[in-house]
């Protein structure tokens, strides 16, 4: 039996890809497709593709054309796929001429003539654009702009900041076409959210936002009540909306391929999380200003709670909390869990620095990131023996917003399709400690 084998991303299916398909299928009796994984899309940079990985593969397997389908992972897999499917020949588009005649030393390589006019990136460019409207003008929104430019589907719109004159000079600087003087003539401009006005302000925009029918991207910190944010989601659900929480880390393609390693089991049985991030500032700054929700657990805890929430899961028994106060806020707090079979940790602090680091303990090794873990862009394996120590090295990058942006319009064209990287229970729970500290349950100054 000949077998050839073929890779692509295959977005947005489409005629030149079923050519190319069948022409492949006909060189030999046994045809396998190789289709690229989201993670490893994002690794090489490909930002803009529109279907996830499930729905790029049921529309080859609709096709009949192929026996097998594998997923493409990693760089240098088509090697190892080769050997060990035993394959006779790689095929693929002339687009690629000459680029994989280094698989010749392990099988026949042709270059099949491609379709004409057409192609997922001419699809992609007719698909209809998301229209975004950003509340808010801080330094975050700022950098929204040029990141949303490296997702496709994307079109910010509008902008909408109580005080007009602010929201002008945004659209000025960034080239928005509408600066909104009612969130009421906000909304009729856009299709979805992006929530970034101060913390304090997140449940009513969100909540105004989903009841006039608008998907939501809301920064961090969400909000401060478990029944708030229940609350948001139930109106979201009602309304087939999506409602999603701007935490940067949960999309970055390290963060992602950390929590498979850890979960599949690379340092055994997980005991211990440890992560802390720190931002100094000035203490004039409206971060640490009790009237507007300041403070380090408010602005920082989100993160911290991430990695806890994912390896450690929802179920904790008891969070205790220590903070060092200043001026009616606290510029540190350290909180420890206890699970039934393990235990957690963070630091956060807006006047107190720390080394910002995650480590996560397991009964065979453990996970070290580096400062700053939740840009995180490289992580280490390490063992008793050190020889099997690891490192994985990804891209991050851009100021790492475009990940989570690229997921937002995902899960607004996609919608049977979508998973959330951060589930509902996870960002319920959130909600859930900050109240918790709020409402000074097992808070303790130092
Ligand atoms: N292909 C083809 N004819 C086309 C488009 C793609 O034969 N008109 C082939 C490619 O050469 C490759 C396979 O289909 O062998 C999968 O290509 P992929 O990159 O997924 O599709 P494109 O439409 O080229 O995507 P993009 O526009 O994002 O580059």
Redesign the pocket.
Known sequence: MKKVI?Y????LF?Q??Y??LARAKALGDYLIVGVTSDSFDLERGKMNTCNNVMERIDAIRSTGLADKIVIEEYKGQKIDDIQKYNVDVFA?????EGYFDYLSEYCEVVY?P??EG????LLRNERPLVRIGIIGTGSIANRFVPESEHVNSIFVQAVYNPEKSQADEFCRRHGVPYSAVSTADFYAEVDAVYIASPHYTHYEYAREALLAGKHVLCETPFVFKEAEAEELYRLAEERGLTLMVALKTAYCPAFGHLLSLLKSGAIGEIVEVNASTTTLMSEDSDKLDSRYYGGSMNENACFTLLPILKLLGTDYRRINFYSKMKNNVDVFTKALFQYDHGVASFQVGLGVKTEGNLVVSGTKGYAYVPAPWWKTDYFEMRYEDQNRNKKYFYPFDGEGLRYEIKEFVSSILSKDYFYSKVSKRENLVMAKVQEQYMNLENVYWI
């Open positions: 073929t692509g991303t295959f977005d489409h030149g890809h050519n190319l693929i588009g002339s687009d690629w099949l491609r379709t057409i192609s997922s990136t």
